[in-house]
């Protein structure tokens, strides 16, 4: 009996570990082997379309072209990292011997200004997406709250959105740069007028899905809570704060999503003409330039902006699952 027990347990424990392993396998294949499978196949498929299309530059460059490209972007990165240190390193020995020399000497240290390398320009463009990103967000989430809760302020307000929303980056661009021209006048200004110029037009192109899904999912908050927030006699901003926000997070993220998108991919396009050193003004001079390594080093930038764009909806992903209450409404 007791051998019974022992040869059923041995099989339960083995039909369990196929199982398992079964479902690892399922797994594993949908996650990993079938992206990298489609990702092979494309890669396949540009590099034999790659050699029959002939530019003004020569033929447009392949996946080994454009890895090629990639490191020497990194190389030249770590070349200038190399020249600043050694210039700050001068510039010390200089000080230090003046110093020895006079110890009231006034000593300066100077800073390095030479040419932003490729992962310069992609810290540039995160910074002036994030700025235009979070002026977009001070505006439209407090403006979708009031329009979600009031009727009159939403009919108000509805045809001014409809009106702006579709507006293209370009002609945004214009006005911006006019205005932050007269406005923003200043003998040292903090930020360069290309950045705030950017800044702007980024958030003026992506502060509309925020708002737009802020008010849906504000005017959407079940009526049961909101009978229950009348019976506790919650007053306007702990209503607000108790009952529709935790209520509307799932809305609100879906427009944070979308507007992180639609400002990162009006940020190229913004950098290009307002000049601010960011991916979109490499993509610009290597287009000006044209030189044999030019398109391969443009596609390089279009594989970082795709790649960190996926990033960045990552963690606007990872963020939401952070704050909101209701897990399963988490778009993935």
């Given at each position: 009996?007791?051998t019974?027990i022992l040869?059923?347990?041995a099989?339960?424990?083995a039909?369990l570990?196929d199982?398992?392993s079964k479902l690892?396998r399922?797994?594993?294949?949908?996650?990993?082997?079938?992206?990298l499978?489609a990702f092979?196949?494309?890669?396949?498929?540009w590099?034999?379309a790659?050699?029959h299309i002939?530019?003004?530059?020569?033929?447009?460059?392949?996946?080994?072209q454009v890895?090629?490209q990639?490191?020497?972007?990194v190389a030249?990165?770590?070349r200038?990292?190399?020249?600043?240190?050694?210039?700050y390193?001068?510039q010390?020995k200089r000080?230090a011997i003046k110093?020895e020399?006079?110890?009231?000497a006034e000593?300066?240290?100077?800073?390095?200004?030479g040419?932003?390398?490729?992962?310069?320009?992609?810290l540039?463009?995160l910074?002036?997406?994030f700025?235009?990103?979070?002026?977009g967000?001070i505006?439209?989430?407090?403006?979708?709250?009031v329009?979600?809760l009031?009727q009159s302020v939403y009919?108000?307000?509805?045809p001014?959105v409809q009106?702006?929303?579709p507006?293209s980056?370009l002609?945004?661009l214009p006005?911006?740069?006019?205005?932050?021209?007269?406005v923003?006048?200043?003998?040292?200004?903090?930020?360069a007028?290309s950045?705030?110029?950017?800044?702007?037009?980024?958030?003026l192109?992506?502060?509309?899905?925020t708002l737009?899904?802020?008010?849906?999912?504000v005017s959407s908050?079940?009526k049961?809570?909101?009978n229950?927030s009348?019976?506790?006699r919650?007053?306007?901003?702990?209503h607000v704060?108790?009952i529709?926000?935790?209520?509307?997070?799932?809305?609100?993220f879906?427009g944070?999503?979308l507007?992180?998108?639609?400002?990162?991919?009006?940020l190229?396009?913004a950098?290009?003409?307002?000049?601010?050193?960011g991916?979109?003004?490499?993509?610009?001079?290597?287009?000006q330039n044209g030189s044999?390594?030019s398109?391969g080093r443009?596609?390089v930038?279009?594989?970082a902006?795709?790649i960190?764009?996926?990033?960045?909806?990552?963690?606007m992903?990872?963020?939401?699952?952070?704050v909101?209450?209701?897990?399963t409404?988490?778009?993935r």
């Amino acid at each position: 009996m007791k051998t019974l027990i022992l040869n059923m347990l041995a099989k339960s424990i083995a039909a369990l570990q196929d199982r398992v392993s079964k479902l690892d396998r399922q797994k594993l294949i949908r996650n990993i082997m079938l992206p990298l499978s489609a990702f092979f196949i494309f890669l396949l498929l540009w590099d034999g379309a790659a050699s029959h299309i002939d530019t003004s530059l020569g033929k447009l460059p392949g996946p080994v072209q454009v890895w090629q490209q990639a490191t020497n972007l990194v190389a030249e990165h770590e070349r200038e990292r190399d020249k600043e240190s050694a210039f700050y390193l001068r510039q010390e020995k200089r000080n230090a011997i003046k110093l020895e020399a006079d110890p009231d000497a006034e000593v300066k240290i100077r800073p390095y200004t030479g040419k932003p390398t490729f992962f310069d320009q992609i810290l540039t463009s995160l910074g002036t997406v994030f700025a235009g990103f979070m002026l977009g967000i001070i505006i439209a989430i407090p403006v979708g709250i009031v329009t979600g809760l009031n009727q009159s302020v939403y009919r108000a307000i509805n045809p001014i959105v409809q009106i702006l929303k579709p507006v293209s980056p370009l002609a945004w661009l214009p006005i911006v740069t006019m205005v932050v021209s007269a406005v923003y006048v200043s003998d040292a200004p903090f930020f360069a007028k290309s950045f705030v110029t950017s800044a702007f037009t980024v958030m003026l192109c992506c502060l509309w899905p925020t708002l737009i899904n802020t008010a849906v999912g504000v005017s959407s908050v079940n009526k049961d809570l909101i009978n229950v927030s009348k019976v506790l006699r919650l007053g306007w901003f702990t209503h607000v704060w108790k009952i529709v926000l935790p209520s509307s997070v799932p809305m609100i993220f879906t427009g944070l999503r979308l507007s992180l998108s639609i400002g990162w991919m009006v940020l190229i396009a913004a950098e290009m003409l307002a000049q601010n050193p960011g991916l979109g003004k490499f993509v610009w001079d290597e287009f000006q330039n044209g030189s044999s390594n030019s398109l391969g080093r443009i596609m390089v930038a279009v594989f970082a902006i795709g790649i960190i764009g996926f990033a960045l909806d990552w963690m606007m992903l990872m963020l939401q699952k952070k704050v909101s209450w209701d897990k399963t409404a988490v778009l993935r």
